[in-house]
């Protein structure tokens, strides 16, 4: 496969930029993103990360356009780099003289002030993750909320005056309720099927009317930060008919929930913008599942949605910012019926949006979700679930008991805030291995290396431990691979001859760094809960990995440097995507959602941040080193 082309070659493609002497009369600036081939004309100064954003490209900002992340990194062709605003003093100091002198400029800082073309490299773009949707699957008895009733009904006649509603009635024998929009399409419905009809029931409405026969089917999301897990479901058998998995559309407002909380608080319009981008996700990707399972969004009776808190706040449209600022309380945690028209979902005609409850600011219900399908209510021994991203949520349960926190670890899993970092796309190295001192890697899909994901700088970092280039505080020796970067030692992964950038793919003291702050504040999470129930680390019976990071780690190399508990490798499971098991059960049975509301209310939650034994253990933590 070609090496992904570099600025220069993107300057040989195109005409030359255009002057801002000849710009300044211009009220507006043509942009032109490549190799995507997106063009439009904006107002003059407007930063290129803002007219990314309203072409629809999915340019990657994981601190919400603060500058602090550098994952929107674009390159500026040679002569073009006069059509910008000069480089801001964050990217002075985020970039470097060599990445700026090489032409590379955040988005969220440059400004257009005349005419360019922009070339946006692959690890800066949101699309083409790999996503995590499957997970270990949990028997349930079927027992949906809707049921459904096959009528044939007597036309109406001189010698039968009752109304098209009361015909429904009578032939249900229950006095129903009929939700509006149904009410205004019913008599052109029954009288277009000859008044033969499958009603759809929800409690004491009629929630859909549907040509006969149609099948009754149902919609599971996991609303996640980064992606959308979604599965389309018989509500008649409870088997999943279609599932896939796509980025969060609000990623390009910002990675991280505090991002887009601060996005909803201070820009204009914020908060309404980013509750389209979800219900626009899940809306294409069940536009999507459906073409795969051969049926119409129309027929969708029900859904469920679980989330965190703020995706949750965000989809609904509520105010999150008491979510932003302390004491951090949600505004709603019970569980939720809306109507999914409510939401922009465009379903049955009254279909019903279920969402299930959340337990605290930062711990919502894709967690409740999660206990749901592992099961951790009824577990008889102690049993560590920990669901792995920017947000970790871990929960102990023994004795009956189920404790809860989250743990803030940062978006380094994800990519952000690593030199070349990146998700994991086509092209992120994703494993890595140290033999006798030659570096061994893979990437996915296997194509040519253009930056390393989550899963491969931990690989990295403990195989780097092991082979003691790092010490345990993470300072980097002397070794073949160390040379001296721009900001200090950086260990050499892919030298520029093997790397699709055309550049050597390193890794810097300050990566490691980052890797440390993430782990640490995840075993800090699970040593705190552990304090709290009053266990050991080694009475941990079952360590329960779940998410799509938790998927790709590699364990071993997590308890290497002190991430995981250690105890034996055969104590741990790692189950995927539970979150969107635990939504499908709900779907599916009544009594799961019951099930779910009761563990909510079960489960005590550890406010991490006020907490005593918190930041020693953090400290502790910041060592890459296993647990004693």
Known sequence: MEPEPTAQDNSRRHQSCQSPDVAKTDKTVEITFQPLGRRGRFPRGVTLLNAARQLGIGLSGVCGGLGVCTTCRVLVPPGCHAALSPPTSTEAEKLGEVELSRGTRLACQARALADL??????????????????????????????????????????????????????????????????????PFRLREWNWRARVVVHGDEITALLPPSTPLLGLAVDLGTTTLAGYLLSLETGETLASAGVMNPQLTYGEDVMARITHAMQEAGGARRLQDAASKGIGDLLKRLCVEAGARPDQVVEAVIVGNTCMHHLFLGLPTRSLGLAPYVPVESGPLEVRAREVGLALA??????????????????????????????????????????????????????????????????????????????????????????????????????????????????????????????????????????????????????????????????????????????????????????????????????????????????????????????????????????????????????????????????????????????????????NK
């Open 117 to 186: 073309h922009i070339l946006v490299p692959l690890q800066s773009l949101t699309a083409s993750q790999r996503t995590q949707v499957e997970g270990r699957q949990t028997p349930v008895a079927l027992d949906p909320v809707v049921v459904s009733y096959d009528l044939e009904l007597s036309p109406p006649s001189l010698f039968d005056l009752r109304s098209d509603t009361a015909r429904l009635r009578d032939a249900l024998g229950r006095p129903l309720r009929f939700d509006l929009t149904v009410l205004q399409t019913a």
């Open 349 to 626: 005609a009254g279909a019903v949006v279920y969402l299930l409850p959340n337990v605290a600011g930062f711990v919502g219900a894709d967690h409740v979700a999660a206990l749901l399908a592992a099961r951790m209510d009824e577990v008889e021994v102690p049993t560590l679930l920990l669901d792995i991203g920017t947000n970790t949520e871990i929960c102990l349960a023994a004795d009956e008991r189920l404790l809860s926190c989250s743990t803030a670890s940062g978006p380094a899993f994800e990519g952000a805030h690593i030199r070349f970092g990146m998700r994991a796309a086509p092209g992120a190295i994703e494993r890595v291995q140290l033999i006798e001192g030659e570096v061994l890697w893979e990437t996915v899909e296997g194509r040519p290396p253009v930056g390393i994901c989550g899963s491969g700088i931990l690989d990295a970092v403990a195989q780097l431990r092991r082979a003691k280039v790092l010490s345990d505080r993470g300072g980097m020796a002397g070794s073949p691979q160390v040379q001296q970067g721009p900001n200090g030692p950086e260990f050499v992964l892919v030298p520029a001859e093997a790397s699709g950038l055309g550049q050597a793919i390193t890794i810097s003291r300050k990566d490691v760094g980052e890797i440390q702050l993430a782990k640490a504040a995840i075993a800090a999470g699970w040593q705190v809960l552990l304090k709290e129930m009053g266990i050991r680390e080694n009475e941990i019976a079952q360590v329960i990995v779940a998410g799509a990071f938790g998927t790709y780690l590699d364990i071993e190399h997590a308890i290497l440097i002190g991430m995981l508990p250690a105890v034996p490798l055969e104590r741990f499971e790692q189950v995927g995507n539970v979150a969107g098991t635990g939504a499908r059960m709900a779907l599916v049975s009544q009594a799961e959602r019951e099930r779910a509301a009761c563990i909510a209310r079960q489960v005590k939650y550890v406010e991490l941040t006020t907490h005593p034994h918190f930041q020693e253990r953090f400290t502790q933590a910041l060592r890459l080193t296993g």
